[in-house]
């Protein structure tokens, strides 16, 4: 009796969990479903390709695509309309450069003090404030340290799990023995592990981005300049690999299907980096006439991050790191104003991490001020943007067939970029996320 008994419960428990299970992939499978077809109206939405303004502005969603845009569209009887009132339809925005495993505090103690469980419930806290501000998609440029865990924040978010942007993905970044993101001023003792994953040679970098393939990496996440200095004016940094090396990474991103970008903060790196073949210059703060002109010629973008060198500038713990931060800035935006003149591509990155999520609209705001048309700015995030995460021709515009990442500012960027910092709706994959 005691035996039958026991076996009773057992099947009861079994019972109950195959029950619970089938009832969680049945909502699951029912949130997946398609709703009714949506109308977005509001004051005016904006052709970013053209610049045009269209007022007022209708889009008509189907499951998660658009499937018209104009003044006004077609309202099929089962539509949901959503009346937004006086802003401006926009796409989604793209951050080209963020850190979700990174958030404010010592960069160095974080890998240190915690743990990738952790971490990695921080990144997915980040990527929901990034969503939220209007970021529907992003390229997270490198763990700092936590390896390929940013491989199941991707997948979670794609399977509806969690919330947050379209992610494109590089696990740690690469760097050389004693470079830019080792763990140096350490007790050697203390074996402190690097933030990147070693590559010493070209045959290294090749294994290294083959193993953090198998994990589930988009791309790969290279240093290629550092530590950086100003000396005199003008900035000082070490390479850390050759343009052959770098070419030998190209080549084999080529052969997987991948990309590479690079942090690359000025020469000789950046002109290795361009003559490699890069997807982009991240940091990008001094070109020289050169590499300029490759970038042009092979269609390079900079990523210039201005919010990380304004935000560091400003909250440094002492007034000599503030003063150096501020003469970096300073130089950086110098040097900008040649590039813009150059007619060299952009593309929009925050370096978001160092600095709370959610804020980094910023970027676009500081890209305006220092010399660039909101117009530029808008294409280089959206156009540049949706190019730069192989992307191009599914999101970045708002246009039949598209995706609909779509959001929402007050007022007209054109005429005040500051409004993509006060998003007020936001829409990704047909889905609201925010109203």
């Known amino acids: 009796m005691p ?16 029950l619970g299970t089938v009832l969680a992939h049945a909502m699951f499978a029912a949130a997946q479903q398609p709703g009714p077809p949506i109308v977005l109206h509001a004051a005016r939405l904006l052709d970013v390709a053209s610049g045009e303004v269209i007022a007022p502005g209708e889009i008509l969603v189907e499951g998660d695509h658009i499937r018209a845009v104009g003044k006004s569209v077609d309202h099929p009887s089962t539509a949901k309309i959503i009346d937004l009132g006086d ?24 890998t240190v003090q915690e743990s990738v469980p952790w971490r990695t419930l921080v990144a997915a806290e980040a990527a929901k404030a990034d969503l939220l501000a209007g970021f529907t998609a992003e390229r997270d440029m490198g763990t700092e340290g936590a390896g390929s865990a940013d491989t199941a924040v991707r997948d979670a ?13 590089s696990g740690n970044a690469i760097d050389i023995l004693g470079g830019h993101e080792d763990a140096l001023g350490f007790n050697p003792a203390q074996h402190v592990f690097s933030n990147a994953d070693y590559a010493n040679s070209a ?6 981005m083959r193993a953090q393939h198998k994990q589930g990496s988009d791309f790969a996440k290279i240093y290629e300049t550092g530590p950086d200095k100003m000396i005199d004016g003008d900035l000082h940094t070490a390479y850390q690999y050759t343009a052959a090396q770098l070419t030998a990474a190209v080549e084999e991103a080529r052969r997987l299907g991948t990309r590479v970008g690079v942090h690359a903060m000025g020469e000789p790196g950046t002109l290795y980096a361009a003559q490699a073949g890069v997807a982009s210059i991240d940091h990008a703060t ?5 590499t300029m002109r490759l970038m042009r010629e092979k269609h390079i973008p900079a990523v210039p991050t201005f919010a990380i060198f304004d935000y560091f500038a400003r909250h440094r713990g002492s007034q000599d790191q503030a003063a150096r931060e501020a003469e970096m800035l300073d130089y950086k ?26 804020t980094q609209a910023v970027e676009l705001e500081l890209m305006v001020r220092y010399g660039m048309k ?12 949706a190019r730069l995460l192989g992307w191009e021709g599914q999101i970045g515009q708002l246009k039949p067939g598209y995706l609909a990442d ?19 709706f936001v829409m990704k994959g047909g889905k609201v996320v925010r109203q």
Request: hydrophobic share 45%.
């Open 406 to 424: 779509i959001v929402a500012v007050p007022g007209n960027p054109l005429d005040d970029i500051t409004v993509v910092e006060h998003v007020s």
């Open 3 to 18: 035996t039958f008994s026991f076996g009773l419960r057992v099947l009861r428990r079994v019972f109950t969990l195959v």
């Open 374 to 385: 909101p117009l530029a700015v808008l294409q280089a995030d959206m156009i540049e943007g």
């Open 286 to 290: 001094q070109l020289s006439d050169e």
């Open 203 to 208: 045959d290294q970098l090749v294994e290294v």
């Open 333 to 358: 935006i110098k040097e900008f104003k040649k590039q813009i003149a150059a007619g060299i591509p952009f593309a929009v990155g925050s370096d978001v991490g160092p600095f709370p999520h959610g």
């Open 157 to 169: 978010i794609n399977q509806g799990l969690i919330p947050g942007p379209r992610l494109r993905i």
């Open 87 to 110: 802003v401006t339809l926009l796409p989604g925005l793209i951050d080209a450069h963020v850190h979700l495993f990174l958030h404010p505090g010592a960069e160095d103690l974080q």
